[in-house]
């Protein structure tokens, strides 16, 4: 492989599936550990397990990419600097993708001296955001599912010398963008940002009498569209989405690339491995911006899965098999949300248009016309070339992990809020003009607005807090830049960042006032520093917080911090909409949970339709040392009814 060639970057969560991408021939493979991984749900490696791994792929100059991509609490910086010093000590690994910025000194501090990446749940999206990632020490970035061909163009062209991008090319789609989707954590504490998401969006919704997967996305494939981005250098790595997918999606999944990249010709049987490889039907999504595919336009299942059929006579339930079933592949029958929902062993082969027939368990349970999904595949080839290197893998030395006793220097608390006796500020944002709501009362104080609104037509007063939005891409960065520069210039000092990397839209930040804001998703006290030494004036914390880590921060923060005790707080942020669902009208959850979906610029918003409300617990935050308090109000659409119900998210819980 030469210099220009891009590196195709194999997912693994799990031994076989690690296996399976070395018998493919990947140019790297990307894994999670048991805790602090975006895909807490697949099996992922202990660091024993993943040293001797790491140890066979490195024999074959393959590269290991090990994903800490996990919000940090507070409560939790000695543990990841333990797991840290551990895998520096005893994996031989070469990237580190996260998306919390206080993994950098907690890395550096434990050993590690390789490289750092953003994770796609970084949500670095513009191009001079990547001069800010750089200058904060990553020299690669994630780029978002949602580009199009012309914006990863402009992303590369843009693109710091020793840095590097690595794009998307195949797997499953999130309705939001990554690092701003709240749906699972909303409904009950189990965070996307931790690992921990449910997929509430791939759930029936109902609007209007009709019930549908609204928000269940097909999966995206670039296939023979790689060409051109074949022809982009600084895109140097093409990573597939799938850490929870089997082994057989892996290694059909990397040998069809691998053909598309080296063998173009061979385009018929790279297609022919895709299909194989057993993933929902998929699309190009936005990657052709002359021809744009909206994922949720589908009639057809997005369970996860090569769909084979649906159930028939639950009296004696058995489906017709739309593929030939061999001895050991595995089975899904029903969504997860379904009562009757169940795994199934294929014990004997099956030909094509045979019937397979249910366990009898599932008498008189499964429904008429339910889904089955085959979602792992035993076929002979690949069995006896994961058994090969099981063999290898066997002859590898195994490592006894030794307890780590050191633990970062022990954080003081900060004099500077400890001594503040300055009264709170109470910050109301909205999208241009303000609303008064009917459930409580309009808190007095300073006013913000959300720049981007009215296509960045407002005129804000001198004093006006100006927000960012949570996404800003690179077709909106001139735009965006060009309104900060005329608000500086009118005297303009108070600006809220919505990511990291929204410093680089600013030409001489040290004379502004810039605090980050509650989409940077910040849970500990080291990420805030950090933004200290990098420019900012203040933090508004993550919203998805628990009480414990509220409370922790502000005594050991060196910068003031705010917290959002009032919202209408999005499930979701995404580029995207079904044709079938109407915006600013209601839908509703199987469960009778409201929400709507609103549009601002290119960008939709999910709504719940009861706020987060923490006003009852302003005097204990204050107590803990806030001092600005946020409410963000947007107007909710005529017809939608908002509930009155608790909003204190997690507060009460144990954020997952």
């Known amino acids: 492989?030469?210099?220009?060639?891009?590196?195709?970057?194999?997912?693994?969560?799990?031994?076989?599936?690690?296996?399976?991408?070395?018998?493919?021939?990947?140019?790297?493979?990307?894994?999670?550990?048991?805790?602090?991984?975006?895909?807490?749900e697949a099996d992922n490696f202990s660091i024993e397990e993943l040293s001797r791994l790491a140890a066979l792929a490195k024999s074959r100059q393959i590269k290991v990419y090990i994903a800490f991509n996990s919000i940090i609490k507070e409560s939790e910086q000695d543990k990841v600097f333990k797991i840290l010093t551990k895998l520096c000590e005893f994996v031989q690994f070469d990237v580190l993708i996260v998306q919390d910025l206080a993994m950098i000194p907690l890395a550096k501090k434990a050993g590690f001296k390789k490289e750092f990446h953003v994770s796609t749940l970084g949500n670095c999206t513009f191009p001079l955001g990547l001069e800010a990632a750089k200058k904060a020490g990553f020299s690669g970035v994630v780029l978002p599912r949602e580009y199009t061909i012309d914006e990863i163009k402009e992303m590369a062209q843009?693109?710091?010398?020793?840095?590097?991008?690595?794009?998307?090319?195949?797997?499953?789609?999130?309705?939001?963008?990554?690092?701003?989707?709240?749906?699972?954590?909303?409904?009950?504490?189990?965070?996307?940002?931790?690992?921990?998401?449910?997929?509430?969006?791939r759930r029936i919704y109902e609007q209007k009498n009709q019930k549908k997967r609204h928000f269940s996305c097909m999966d995206f494939s670039a296939d023979v569209l790689v060409k051109v981005l074949k022809k982009i250098p600084q895109v140097t790595t093409w990573k597939i989405e799938g850490r929870k997918k089997s082994p057989h999606y892996v290694y059909y999944t990397v040998k069809a690339y691998k053909l598309l990249r080296d063998e173009p010709t061979k385009k018929k049987e790279a297609l022919s491995y895709l299909d194989y490889a057993m993933g929902r039907e998929f699309s190009h999504y936005n990657l052709l911006?002359?021809?744009?595919?909206?994922?949720?336009?589908?009639?057809?299942e997005t369970g996860?899965?090569?769909?084979?059929?649906?159930?028939?006579?639950?009296?004696?339930?058995?489906?017709?098999?739309?593929?030939?079933?061999?001895?050991?592949?595995?089975?899904?029958?029903?969504?997860?949300?379904?009562?009757?929902?169940?795994?199934?062993?294929?014990?004997?082969?099956?030909?094509?248009?045979?019937?397979?027939?249910?366990s009898k368990r599932s008498k008189f349970k499964v429904k008429t016309g339910t889904p089955v999904f085959i979602i792992d595949r035993r076929g002979p080839e690949l069995q006896s070339l994961i058994k090969t290197l099981e063999s290898e893998l066997d002859t590898l030395e195994k490592i006894q992990v030794r307890p780590i006793l050191e633990t970062p220097s022990s954080r003081k608390k900060s004099a500077r809020l400890l001594a503040s006796k300055k009264r709170p500020v109470e910050l109301l944002v909205s999208r241009g003009r303000h609303t008064s709501s009917k459930n409580r009362d309009t808190p007095h104080g300073d006013t913000g607005i959300w720049i981007s609104a009215n296509a960045y037509g407002n005129k804000p007063p001198g004093k006006t807090w100006?927000?960012?939005?949570p996404l800003v891409f690179p077709g909106e960065e001139n735009i965006c830049r060009n309104y900060l520069d005329q608000a500086v210039k009118k005297g303009t000092k108070n600006f809220v960042l919505n990511a990291f990397w929204q410093i680089g839209l600013f030409k001489d930040p040290q004379n502004l006032?810039?605090?980050?804001?509650?989409?940077?998703?910040?849970?500990?006290?080291?990420?805030?520093?950090?933004?200290k030494t990098h420019g900012f004036s203040g933090a508004i914390v993550s919203p998805e917080l628990d009480r414990e880590t509220f409370l922790s921060l502000p005594s050991n923060s060196d910068l003031p911090l705010g917290v959002v005790t009032h919202a209408n707080w999005p499930l979701a942020v995404s580029r995207i909409i079904s044709p079938d669902l109407t915006p600013g009208q209601m839908f509703q959850s199987p469960k009778g949970e409201g929400a709507w979906v609103s549009k601002s610029n290119n960008t939709y918003y999910v709504f719940p339709?009861?706020?987060?409300?923490?006003?009852?617990?302003?005097?204990?935050?204050?107590?803990?040392?806030?001092?600005?308090?946020?409410?963000?109000?947007?107007?909710?659409?005529k017809g939608v009814k908002m509930k009155s119900r608790p909003g204190l998210w997690n507060w009460n819980l144990k954020l997952l």
């Open 304 to 358: 996860s899965g090569l769909f084979l059929g649906r159930v028939k006579n639950p009296a004696e339930p058995y489906f017709i098999a739309r593929e030939e079933l061999f001895s050991g592949d595995l089975l899904r029958i029903g969504y997860e949300e379904n009562e009757f929902h169940d795994i199934e062993k294929v014990t004997r082969a099956i030909p094509k248009k045979g019937r397979f027939f249910l």
């Open 1 to 40: 492989m030469n210099s220009n060639t891009p590196m195709i970057l194999a997912p693994a969560g799990n031994k076989t599936s690690f296996l399976a991408a070395i018998a493919a021939g990947a140019d790297a493979i990307y894994c999670g550990l048991k805790i602090f991984s975006a895909r807490m």
């Open 466 to 469: 100006l927000w960012l939005d």
């Open 289 to 300: 911006s002359q021809r744009i595919q909206n994922p949720l336009e589908h009639t057809s």
């Open 513 to 531: 006032n810039l605090w980050a804001g509650p989409f940077c998703n910040i849970t500990n006290s080291m990420t805030i520093n950090l933004m």
């Open 158 to 201: 843009k693109t710091p010398e020793d840095m590097t991008l690595e794009v998307f090319i195949h797997g499953a789609l999130c309705y939001s963008i990554s690092g701003r989707c709240y749906w699972s954590s909303w409904f009950g504490g189990k965070s996307a940002l931790r690992g921990r998401c449910v997929q509430p969006c």
């Open 609 to 637: 339709n009861w706020p987060l409300d923490l006003t009852d617990q302003k005097e204990e935050l204050e107590r803990a040392g806030y001092s600005v308090f946020v409410s963000l109000q947007e107007n909710v659409p």
